[in-house]
């Protein structure tokens, strides 16, 4: 599979905008905690842009404002041309039809089978609520299908989801958000949960598929070295601010990247949250 810094792939660097966040602050407990302070990024339509950062540095939280999961206490954020805290309850839904949700603990129903599940992703394209796959209309579930076999899970198709590995479920789970057709992909700590092994094999499929349907990615992790081989673009959050907005390119320093957790872990004592065991120790 191609990946970003193989060659093979053109980088967007100007265009339209997919997403627009200027001076976005969100507080919780009556003001007392920062999660974002301040932050201020765009992101071009056909980008796969990584945030990178700590547990707590505020990464969940800025993605969740983008399908207004939550709601900015100050700031503007912009997807898709449409000023997301100002939309009605029928936009938004409109809205989040073109947005995918790739979420760490996959979201997926376990008592129902693959092909369910991503089927379910398609409840934004018709009309009506849906029970079993047979309910779909043909063309859906040769659909389905298909972005099953995509992410190499045809032949579990009629199997119970909760049968599989960890790294099939977040496979079907990128399958589902994939049926939804949407422009844009938010990744939150898809790999968490997985394997090294595994999380290079889900970050692959996930890119590749993206990459091949010229969505835009937005996706949170710890793991340094997935996010230097797959993105094009890195930002780093501390303590909910913007202390590292880089292309991916040869002048993007190791180091420098490891500067964003170095502050709060100067002892390496969470090394394991951000580098692999396969991956020299931080000098």
């Known amino acids: 599979m191609a990946s970003p810094d193989d060659g093979n792939v053109i980088v967007p660097d100007s265009g ?25 990024f765009t992101v071009p339509k056909g980008q796969l842009l990584v945030i990178i950062g700590l547990s707590g540095s505020g990464k969940s939280t800025l993605l969740r404002h983008l ?21 009605t309850r029928p936009e938004l839904r409109i809205l ?23 089927l379910s992703g398609a409840l934004g394209r018709i009309r009506g609520p849906r029970i ?22 045809a032949d579990r198709a009629w199997q119970r989801t909760d049968t599989l590995s960890g790294g099939q479920q977040q496979r079907v789970a990128i399958a589902r958000s994939l049926m939804q057709k949407p422009k844009i992909v938010l990744a939150d700590e898809p790999v968490a949960s997985l394997d090294p092994e595994i ?24 793991q340094v070295d997935l996010a230097l081989g797959w993105a094009h673009r890195l930002i780093g959050l501390r303590d909910g601010k ?3 907005d880089s292309p991916v390119d040869e002048s ?32």
């Open 16 to 40: 339209e905008a997919a997403v627009k966040v200027i001076n976005l602050v969100k507080t919780f407990d009556n003001g007392s905690v920062t999660a974002l302070d301040r932050v201020s």
């Open 242 to 244: 913007v202390v590292l």
């Open 199 to 222: 999380s290079g094999q889900v970050m692959d499929l996930l890119v590749q598929c993206c990459i091949e349907d010229e969505i835009t990615v937005l996706c949170s992790l710890h």
């Open 96 to 118: 989040r039809r073109n947005i995918g949700f790739v979420f760490q603990q996959f979201n997926i129903v376990g008592r129902v089978t693959c092909i369910e599940n991503v």
């Open 132 to 153: 079993g796959a047979m309910m779909y209309p043909k063309w859906l579930r040769v659909e389905a299908f298909e972005q099953l076999d995509r992410v190499g899970l």
């Open 252 to 283: 993007l320093d190791h180091n420098r990247v490891m500067d964003v957790y170095r502050e709060l872990d100067p002892t390496g004592a969470k090394r394991d949250e951000y580098v692999s065991s396969d991956i020299d120790p931080i000098s």
């Open 67 to 87: 399908n207004r999961l939550h709601l900015p206490t100050e700031g503007s954020v912009e997807v898709l041309g449409q000023d997301v805290p100002a939309l």
